[in-house]
């Protein structure tokens, strides 16, 4: 007797399953496609891209890591892409565009080996050999230079050339850059990104960008009574709100005469008036609560000289209590002196119709604030953008292994270093290992393409320059380009953005091409 077998359902009917060669496609595919989207936007004469979410907010920016972050992407394998970028943004602030790109550029070498019928782990040994090799090149490129002011000048000033600073250079937005991470950063001790902070203001150009030696925090005084600066300033930081104690849940108060009113209105002011006498008695002349604060205890709080700040944002409170040596508080009950900060000064300022208040001088943290002006809100948000990048690769310069040369000739170093030693690597893997060198170079193509010049000829002179000088970048003159060497111009990037670059464009450039099925729920 015969029994036919009865088909075995494992996925469920709605789900959609690609396989092999079509799924390595698709994937490559949408990776490259992402990675063409900030393309454009690559290197001093990059230009911006227009977003528009469905709500109508409008981003205008040339920063890769928030092009991608704002587009809608929904193939896995693009979201990848933006997880490079998200993932070169967190470890070093910078070169997100160059770690996309990259991806994109060994996706596409690797669909043409693929084509050519390499196995797919072939592919991916080739790529981590050549990996290998960019970062023994890269350490071979790292200048033998002191990281004075001027050094990380360059470095700030490259990694803003080409984005949005309004009616400012570079080049003065750098120095200020570099004046901010020196006074709160030394290289002794690991950088606290909450030393520098920046805040951002519009109703002035960007030229009046200035560099505060302070907290500053986008606070008005609680009441226009009070004084509008502080001397010598005794600090505390409250996280309670300060206003009449609630009783316990389902409690219920019975009054049933105009002196029990009369008594409970006395009781509830005394209260009030209890914390603005505490704060006065010991000693307090600047109050920051991140909570309410009562209108009456406001008034209070006037009359007895003090300085407030109510609903200060935790962020805020925390930079200051920082800054200043304070504790942040739950109560104004047993206030002990230790646990109040000090300033030099703490002021408000006014900007148009707002004021924001600047905390001077603090004993405990070295604190400094960027305040960046623009016109517009799209103009100090790219701005803002600019400078916090600038800060990270500087940092970066300073923590992290130094600088290499700059405009694109780091990577001519590095797909010359390994197209040098793919001629040793036994078997098919050669070829992948020489693709890694053509993706790398595609980014100085890339550079001289936005630049206006022919990327052909670019390279040709790029190569040629190299072995004949050591050294071969793209440096934007005018409205085009030339070929020569970016550390007499003073073109500088810190190595640690290269070497990032390359390990998280080679691992997801590596998981991309590793998948061969793709089941995806509908």
Same mark, same amino acid.
């Given at each position: ?120 782990? $072939? ?67 690991? &950088? ?5 902070? /920046? ?65 409970? /209105? ?21 109050? &920051? ?42 109560? $104004? ?53 600019? /400078? ?77 320059? &190299? ?24 073109? &500088? ?30």
């Amino acid at each position: 007797m015969s029994t036919r077998m009865q088909p075995l359902y494992v996925l469920s009917g709605s789900s959609e399953r690609t396989r092999g060669g079509d799924a390595q496609d698709s994937n490559i595919r949408a990776g490259k496609a992402v990675a063409s989207a900030v393309r454009t936007t690559l290197g001093p004469r990059g230009m911006d891209k227009m977003l528009v979410d469905s709500g109508g907010n409008v981003v205008v920016t040339n920063d890769g890591a928030t092009i991608l972050e704002e587009m809608d992407i929904e193939h896995p394998a693009a979201q990848m892409i933006v997880e490079v970028a998200q993932t070169q943004e967190e470890s070093v602030g910078d070169g997100t565009t160059t770690a996309s790109v990259l991806t994109g550029e060994l996706l596409s070498h690797a669909e043409h080996l693929l084509d050519d019928d390499l196995h797919p782990t $072939v592919i991916i040994e080739g790529y981590n050999e050549a990996a290998r090799l960019a970062q023994e090149a890269i350490e071979n490129q790292v200048l033998d230079v002191t990281l004075d002011d001027d050094v990380l000048a360059a470095v700030a000033e490259s990694s803003m050339t080409g984005k949005g600073t309004g009616d400012v250079t570079a080049d003065v937005l750098a120095r200020h850059v570099v004046d901010a991470v020196r006074a709160v950063h030394d290289g002794s001790e690991p &950088f606290d990104a909450d030393d520098v902070r /920046i805040l951002t203001r519009t109703g002035a150009s960007s030229s009046a960008t200035e560099l505060v030696e302070g907290v500053v925090v986008d606070k008005s005084r609680a009441h226009d009574g009070m004084p509008r600066s502080v001397e010598d300033a005794t600090v505390a930081v409250l996280t309670t709100k300060l206003d009449v104690r609630e009783g316990e849940a389902g409690t219920e108060y019975s009054i049933s005469s105009v002196d029990q009113l009369e008594a409970a /209105i006395e009781a509830e002011d005394a209260e009030l008036r209890g914390y603005a006498t505490a704060l006065a008695d010991a000693g307090v002349d600047v109050v &920051f609560c991140t909570k309410s604060i009562a209108d009456r205890v406001v008034d209070h709080l006037a009359r007895q000289g003090i300085l407030a700040f109510k609903s200060v944002k935790s962020a805020d409170a925390r930079a200051i209590a920082r800054a200043t040596g304070a504790k942040q508080l739950g109560d $104004v009950r047993d206030l002990d002196p230790a646990d109040f900060g000090h300033a030099d000064r703490i002021a408000t300022r006014t900007f148009g119709d707002d004021e924001l208040t600047f905390v001077e001088g603090g004993d405990a943290a070295k604190t400094v604030t960027l305040l960046l002006r623009g016109g517009t809100e799209h103009v100090v948000d790219e701005l803002e953008r600019a /400078i916090s990048d600038a800060v990270d690769v500087t940092v970066a310069a300073i923590d992290a292994g130094g600088v290499v040369p700059g405009a694109g000739a780091t990577e001519v170093a590095v797909a010359d270093h390994i197209r040098s030693a793919a001629s040793g690597v036994q078997g098919r893997k050669q070829l992948a290992v020489e693709a890694f060198a053509d993706a790398v170079e595609a980014l100085p193509r890339t550079l001289a393409t936005n630049a206006g010049m022919d990327p052909i000829d670019a390279v040709v002179e790029l190569r040629s320059t &190299f072995d004949r000088d050591g050294v071969a970048g793209i440096l934007s003159t005018g409205r085009t380009g030339e070929v020569g060497d970016p550390i007499e111009a003073g073109v &500088f990037d810190p190595a640690a953005v290269k070497r990032e670059a390359v390990t998280a464009a080679t691992e997801a450039a590596t998981m991309i091409i590793r998948i061969d099925d793709v089941i995806a729920a509908k």
